[in-house]
Each structure stands twice: as structure tokens, then as C-alpha cells.
């Protein structure tokens, strides 16, 4: 059997990420990518984080092919005949160095492996892994159609599906509680139209996500990212809360999942946004939102498991994120496979400094942080009664009818107490606490 | 309150677009933009039996963002495979443990050029 130092199984931001720290330190890393290119299999929403990230390979961000740095954040709650949408603008957004990027992944993580080349290591397209070869309970390789191709450690970077480490008994396979499915259209626009619509400077990027209505009352909500000269319009909506819409209603009365996006753009509020553009592109990808709770053993003899495939996102309602922990945890990964070498100890205790390094970083701090999000996520009122009563709170400070109009506090006050001073509000505010 | 919402739920969106809307895509148009390699064989089987005598949910038929489950005149479960998106909804949703699922080999399935 041939034999590498390190196979990375997937070249996504995860797997090229380790890939690169490893092959600039020496070490001999063959990356086994399935799409005919890094980034022809993966989706995004979507916007990176970079500001966790700068730190590691800082010489590689400033040079990206990202689309647009965000200067706008907007959440849009809609209602019934009424919405709200609160639109943040900070200088710091886009400061010296942004703090975050609109992304298509098909052009950043191609152009993340020829960094990963260009550093020496190998990435090979078209090579799908078929198995992880375990032996005694420690991974010693992998199988591709009838190859097989040792190494001395595997950095499993297979994304949300592990379909492979799941089968070789590593973690456990992916259930819907912890999952949500992501779908959007990729449309074209004219960049200055963009910068029109999105009142934004050239180059600046707006991220809009949609509250209430987008999902039917289910976990999720829609999103809009403006990229160079595109926009990501998609939906997310959790899968177990699928399944529990149709229990309700009967699975023949249930709306598919692909109508949402189509009712969502078809909504009047969307419609001028998307109004004479061109769709180039429809994608979906599951996406892991179990947070803390469901990430698995993070090493194990002659492995480490990294990005979406170890479970690593983390969606908190208004701020969704992955991509810069799958970055992260690819660094992570690629100084623990260079320790681990150093002492020529690639079992589960030679390869602990990886979840060590983790729990120190703000991965697993942030997504222990938020152990308590997904829970808080399940409470449907979040998608159906608060982004109606805050517009319907918002629509009625703002009508002047044709008679008296009540005093400003007496009308805020009199909505407040209707909509958000009752037994599950002020249960909704108790749980809150702990986000 | 109603959980649920005045979103018309059972005509699709592309026969009643509210407000003048222009009729949405259909779903195979929006696979028609996305560049597949055809594999020679199916990466996604279905043990039907499982699905007659198991499947009361049938979660596939709603869950797939493709909308590629159907039914076919025998009231078995089928898959149009050809234009899946890979994204493992279907997989991850049904817990009767019907589908045989593996990602396309070598070139094959979905290559996105942008997302």
C-alpha cells in the first residue's frame, strides 16, 4: 500500500486549511477533493467571518477573491400586511480590515487549493474516498475505488454528511434534530445596481436575513447576500421542524421544501430587490446546527475530524457562522499533525493538543457560549409571533387615521402589553437569558 | 394565535403568485442551470419495501430542495436521481433507513460554478 505523512479527506475550507499549514511546515499532505474543483461541491449562504481568522496564515486574506465586505447588516421581521427591518451600518464593519465577507465558494476555495498547491501539497480532484481504513481501532488510511492509500494520520474534512467517519464508526450519523437544509439562487445583478438597491459604496456588501413568514412558522428564515455582481437569496429551514409541520398537517398538505423560496420571492418586499435579474445557479447543502451538543470525539488514534463534519457552525439567529470555524479548526488540526510528528506519536494522546487547542480557541468557546441556542431556536413564536408584533406594534406608532390618534405612549404601550407582556413572552425573555 | 400563516399551502408558488408576481421558475428550469455529470448509475437506491410496509411520514417527497421523489403509478417511492444536489436531506430525514445513499463517484453529480 502507498503510503503519505497525512491524507485530507475534502478539499473545502476546512481540509485546505489544514492542508496549507501542513505542506508549509514540510509535511507531506495529499488532499482527495470529489468535486472536479475545491468549491464545486460546497455551498454557502453567504458571508465569512474573517475577523476570527486573520490571525491564522495572515498572509493569505488580504489577497482573497471575497465578493464584498459587509457594511450593512439588516434583519427584516415580516408580519401580516406589515414589516420591520432594523438596519445596522458600523464603521468598524468595514474598518482597515472588514470583519466580514460576502463569499461564493466555488471561486474562494479554488483559489484557496492553488495557495494549498502552491505550498506544496497535493490536491486531487475527481477522487472521491470511498472508506476509511480502520485496523485495530485506529485509522491507518483510505480507500478510493480500488485503491488504498495509507497515511499516518487522516484529517477527516468530509463536510455535514460524514458519511465516512459515520460508517467507520467515528462519530454518529447526522439526525435531523441537529440539522438544517439550506437552499438559494445565486442571481445576477450589475454591481452598480447592487450598490444602488443596497445604498452600499463600490465594494461594500449588505447581509439581510428574514424573519417570520419566509418558513412557515418552522426553525429557519431566509437570507440575502450581495456579492460582487450576484445575490445569494436563499431560505433555512430546520429539518426536524419539517417533519413536525407535516405530522401536523399531513404530509399531502405540506408546502415542499423548494416553494419556500419561491413563495419568498415572489413576497412584495423581495420582489423589488431580485427585479431584473438573471438566476444563474441553484444549490442546496445541509448544514449542522446541534451546536456544542452534538459535536463528536474530535480525535481518535491516527485521525482528527474538522469544519462541518465535526459538527463546527454555529447559527445564532442573527449572526450565522461555520466557514471561519472550519478554517479555524483546519489550523488547529494542522499544528496538532505537526506535534504529533515532532514526537512521532499519531495516536488519540499524540494527537490531543488538537481538541486542546479548541477549547481554548474561540471555536469551542463561542459554541459553548451558545449551548443553550439551539434549544432556544425550537420556540416556534420566535418565527411566527414576534416579527408580527413587532411590526403590527411598529405599523400602529406610525398611522394617523382620520379621527384623534391616541398619545405615542399610550399607543406603544397598549401594543406592548397586548403582544409582549403574557405567559409565553415572559417565558420566551426568562430563556433568553441564557443566549 | 395560528402558527401557521396565509402563505397558500397547497398550490405551488408558481400557480398562485400573490400580487401580479411573475410566475416563479419551475423547479426542473432551476436544475437546468446547474451543471451535472451523469454518473452511470444511481448513487441513491430505495429499498421500496421499506418505504410500502415501514413509511407512514415519507419525508422525502417534501424535504428534497429538488423535489426529486415521486411516487410513480404503483404508488412506489421513486427518485430522479440525475439532478440531485447532493446536499443529504433526503438521507438525513428518513429514519426508516430506506435509502442506500453515496455521494456520486469520481466526476459525476452536481459541479457549482458559483455558490
Not at chain 1, 416553494?259 to 441553484?282: H, S, W
Not at chain 1, 456544542?292 to 469544519?307: C, Q, S
Not at chain 1, 403582544?419 to 425573555?429: C, R, S
Request: aromatic share 8%; hydrophobic share 40%; with cysteine.
Amino acid at each position: 500500500m502507498e503510503k503519505v505523512e497525512c491524507i485530507v479527506v475534502g478539499g473545502g475550507l476546512a481540509g485546505l486549511s489544514a492542508a496549507y499549514g501542513l505542506a508549509d511546515a514540510g509535511v507531506e499532505v495529499m488532499v482527495l477533493e470529489r468535486g472536479d474543483y475545491s468549491g464545486a461541491k460546497n455551498v454557502t449562504g453567504g458571508r465569512l467571518y474573517t475577523s476570527p481568522i486573520r490571525g491564522f496564515y495572515p498572509e493569505l486574506w488580504d489577497e482573497a477573491p471575497f465578493e464584498r465586505a459587509v457594511a450593512r447588516e439588516l434583519v427584516t421581521m415580516l408580519g401580516e400586511g406589515a414589516q420591520t427591518t432594523i438596519e445596522v451600518a458600523a464603521d468598524s464593519f468595514t474598518a482597515e480590515r472588514p470583519q466580514s465577507y460576502t463569499v461564493l465558494r466555488a471561486r474562494l476555495d479554488q483559489w484557496l487549493a492553488e495557495k494549498v498547491g502552491e505550498k506544496g501539497a497535493m490536491v486531487v480532484p475527481n477522487m472521491k474516498v470511498d472508506a476509511l481504513l480502520r485496523e485495530e481501532g485506529r485509522i491507518i488510511g483510505i480507500r478510493a475505488g480500488e485503491d488504498e492509500i495509507g497515511a499516518d494520520v487522516v484529517i477527516v474534512a468530509e463536510g455535514v454528511l460524514r458519511l465516512l467517519s459515520s460508517e467507520a464508526g467515528l462519530a454518529a450519523e447526522p439526525v435531523d434534530r441537529d440539522h438544517a437544509l439550506g437552499f438559494k439562487e445565486v442571481i445576477e445583478l450589475p454591481s452598480g445596481v447592487i450598490e444602488d438597491r443596497w445604498h452600499l459604496n463600490p465594494g461594500e456588501g449588505a447581509a439581510q436575513l428574514f424573519l417570520g413568514k419566509v418558513t412557515l412558522g418552522m426553525l429557519g428564515g431566509g437570507f440575502l447576500y450581495t456579492n460582487r455582481d450576484s445575490i445569494s437569496l436563499g431560505v433555512v429551514v430546520g429539518m426536524k421542524a419539517m417533519r413536525e409541520r407535516a405530522a401536523k398537517l399531513g404530509p399531502d398538505a405540506v408546502t415542499e421544501s423548494y416553494q419556500l423560496l419561491d413563495q419568498f420571492k415572489a413576497l412584495p418586499q423581495i420582489r423589488p430587490l431580485v427585479a431584473g435579474g438573471t438566476v444563474a445557479e441553484y444549490s442546496a447543502h445541509s448544514i449542522p446546527e446541534g451546536g456544542i451538543a452534538a459535536v463528536p470525539k474530535l480525535a481518535g488514534d491516527g485521525y482528527v475530524m474538522t469544519g462541518d463534519a465535526a459538527g463546527l457552525a454555529l447559527n445564532a439567529l442573527i449572526t450565522v457562522r461555520g466557514m471561519d470555524f472550519a478554517i479555524a479548526s483546519g489550523y488547529y488540526a494542522a499544528e496538532a499533525v505537526k506535534a504529533a510528528k515532532a514526537r512521532g506519536d499519531f495516536s488519540a494522546a499524540g494527537l490531543a493538543g488538537y481538541e486542546a487547542s479548541l477549547r481554548e480557541s474561540f471555536v469551542l468557546k463561542d459554541l459553548q457560549t451558545a449551548s443553550q441556542i439551539p434549544a432556544f431556536m425550537e420556540n416556534p413564536r420566535l418565527f411566527t409571533h414576534y416579527p408580527r408584533a413587532v411590526s403590527r406594534l411598529l405599523e400602529q406608532v406610525y398611522t394617523i387615521g382620520p379621527g384623534p390618534t391616541p398619545g405615542l405612549f399610550k399607543t406603544a404601550w397598549g401594543g406592548i402589553r397586548r403582544d409582549f407582556m403574557n405567559a409565553g413572552t415572559v417565558k420566551d425573555a426568562w430563556s433568553a437569558r441564557r443566549i | 394565535m395560528s402558527d401557521e400563516n396565509t402563505v397558500n399551502e397547497a398550490a405551488p408558488a408558481s400557480e398562485a403568485p400573490s400580487g401580479g408576481a411573475p410566475a416563479a421558475m419551475k423547479i426542473d428550469a432551476k436544475l437546468g442551470l446547474d451543471v451535472f455529470k451523469l454518473d452511470k448509475e444511481p448513487h441513491i437506491v430505495i429499498d421500496t419495501e421499506v418505504c410500502r410496509t415501514q413509511c407512514v411520514d415519507r419525508a422525502c417527497l417534501y424535504v428534497c430542495p429538488a423535489s426529486l421523489y415521486e411516487l410513480d403509478d404503483t404508488g412506489r417511492m421513486t427518485v430522479n436521481w440525475e439532478g440531485c444536489l447532493e446536499c443529504g436531506t433526503c438521507l438525513i430525514c428518513c429514519d426508516k433507513k430506506a435509502l442506500t445513499w453515496k455521494y456520486p463517484s469520481g466526476p459525476y453529480g452536481v459541479q457549482y460554478r458559483m455558490s
